[in-house]
């Protein structure tokens, strides 16, 4: 009996439910994992070490990573059946449909980083990998002025300063742009600048800059357009706007967790935002997809008349 009680007494917490319907899914670690659910990485840490006492996850490891699945083992398939069908009528709460969909996107990472290629097994590629892969491209460009707008955490200011003569990197929380300027430091990156303001008022002159780079950042401005004058404005003549956005969603948990104003944009939208700013040879295409996520990155450039 005390066993049963402790079993249905872990059983009784929602995260560790969730966290047991994503690992019956897919195969995840840790950092994954905490992506996913949303939740603290020490509080990821001691749910799996308590289900995997219960034996309801299993440990392996792999490459150097640690990687935990759900299901039962022997004297647990009654329970785990119970479980299952849980996992099955609860396929259309909002909350569940939020954790596939965030599920759906790591898988999407791991893919992009070109871990593995060829048969399901996976056939080891030392060396390759989409950074490498951006790197090689830059190495191509000229070495433009560029403003990062909406930079964040500061990985693409960091990777774009590699080709650029100078980066200007841009965000409304001074918190970030420190956590930004101390990776760029960690990275030994100098040519990078920071400035605290809004994507819709730029702290910078007219005609400044030779690219305006938007990546991921259009979905957070109260009024997209006005984002896209402020481009417009600061870019030189012949200059050019690059943006990476989400294409159109119906992910409306994003709002709330991510501090998303806008549920992405439709390819046609977008480029008529784009040319109503003022830019010419407007382009779209697809950036990146997941056949079956919620999710696709939709790129669109212009370049502002000489």
């Known amino acids: 009996m005390k066993a049963a009680t402790g079993l249905y007494r872990l059983l009784g917490d929602e995260a560790r439910l969730r966290m047991l319907r994503v690992l019956s899914l897919e195969r995840l670690n840790v950092t994954e994992l905490t992506a996913v659910l949303g939740l603290a990485q020490s509080g990821v840490s001691r749910h799996l070490g308590l289900l995997r006492k219960a034996g309801l996850v299993q440990e392996s490891r792999e490459g150097g990573f ?14 785990w059946s119970l479980l299952e069908r849980h996992f099955a009528d609860a396929a259309d709460d909002a909350a569940v449909r939020a954790d596939e969909a965030r599920l759906r996107e790591i898988l999407r990472a791991r893919k992009e980083r070109f871990e593995t290629h060829g048969t399901d ?13 951006g790197r090689a491209i830059g190495m191509l460009l000229p070495p433009w002025k560029v403003a990062d707008v909406g930079c964040g955490e500061g990985y693409l200011t960091v990777e774009t300063a590699r080709w650029a003569s100078h980066v200007v990197a841009i965000d409304r929380s001074p918190e970030v742009l420190a956590r930004a300027r101390a990776l760029a430091a960690r990275r ?8 605290v303001g809004e994507i819709e008022r730029l702290p910078l002159a007219d005609a400044s800059v030779d690219v305006v780079l938007l990546s991921q950042a259009l ?10 004058a402020e481009a417009h404005r600061v870019v030189t003549p012949g200059g050019r706007i690059l943006i990476l956005d989400l294409r159109a969603h119906d992910q409306a948990w994003v709002r709330d967790r991510l501090n998303d104003r806008w549920l992405g944009f439709d390819d046609r939208a977008l480029a008529g935002l784009v040319a109503a700013a003022g830019f010419t040879d407007v382009r779209t295409a697809t950036g990146a997809s997941l056949a079956d996520g919620p999710f696709a990155v939709v790129l669109a450039t212009g370049k502002k008349p000489s």
């Open 66 to 79: 640690v990687y935990y699945t759900a299901g039962p083992t022997p004297g647990l398939t009654d329970v």
């Open 121 to 133: 097994a996976g056939q080891l590629v030392p060396g390759r990998s989409w950074a490498a892969w």
């Open 188 to 195: 030994g990156v100098t040519n990078v600048s920071w400035e």
């Open 219 to 228: 979905h957070h401005a109260e009024t997209p357009a006005r984002a896209l």
